[in-house]
């Protein structure tokens, strides 16, 4: 079998790192998700607190979500690609958490809690990919064509 390109061997390693980073995401989502709804239903002493406690979770989900954006800040399908790993991982504990707490997939069920990760995902690759195309086109104009002699 004839070795691979060095291109494509290095897409390979890239798209592997993304997704190994993705699950290590997924894994501390889970675990921000896990200590979020214990703590909002097992100890009612802080129900006081439950303003800070959600703005304290929120704040944890985007900085852990940022972190793909500053890791492969010049590649948007890498970005996409960790972060709907790491929100598919975060998902499936989602789901799970729906059979000791029935009542938590009656505000936002399994499906549409995919969905809202998910397109917001694509929205901010799709922003990253945009903002890396015109920091290129800042630094480096594009150069027009030559027409081809007949």
Known sequence: MPPRPKKIAHLD?????????????????????IAWVLIANRFPALDRLAM?????????????????VCRFRSHASHVLACGLTAWS??????AVLQIPFPRLGIRMGTFHFFMLGAVLLGFASALLWVVHLLMTLWHEPALPARKRAH
């Open 13 to 33: 390693r890239a798209s592997r790192t993304a997704l190994r980073l993705g699950l290590v995401i997924g894994a501390a989502l889970s675990g921000v998700a």
């Open 52 to 68: 800070l406690r959600n703005l304290a979770a929120g704040a944890l989900v985007i900085v852990f979500m940022l972190v793909p």
């Open 89 to 94: 991982v975060l998902t499936l504990v989602y």
